[in-house]
Nanobody, 121 residues
């Protein structure tokens, strides 16, 4: 059974930084995409950033220049470095991965349980 476990959320003041981590565990043959979504109170879940194999990272417009996504493929881990945080970045951040547990499988999607990021003075 594949699991995604996030860490690194917390309460910070506007302008500060946080680094989120997400590790995929279980039987994993290959990981095709890893990324981050977020959901603010009363709003729909939205894509923040993702990085597919052999591709450049993609970001939603509002975080470009402030957030950086990176992957450690050897450890099946994805990170989200968040700088210059704003109150509008307050949300539960969810890790997402598209991967195969076995070589004969079609890639399946997995989600973490989320980590809360609160930006407030």
């Amino acid at each position: 059974q594949v699991q995604l476990v996030e860490s690194g959320g917390g309460l910070v003041q506007p302008g500060e930084s946080l680094r989120l981590s997400c590790a995929a565990s279980g039987h994993i043959f290959s990981v095709h995409v890893m990324g981050w979504y977020r959901q603010a109170p009363g709003k729909q879940r939205e894509l923040v950033a993702f990085k597919a194999d052999d591709a450049i990272a993609e970001y939603r417009e509002s975080v470009k220049g402030r957030f950086t996504i990176s992957r450690d493929n050897a450890e099946n881990t994805v990170y989200l470095q968040m700088n210059s945080l704003k109150p509008d970045d307050t949300a539960v951040y969810y890790c997402h991965a598209k991967l195969r547990s076995w070589p004969w499988e079609t890639p399946m999607e997995y989600w973490g349980k989320g980590t809360l990021v609160t930006v407030s003075s």
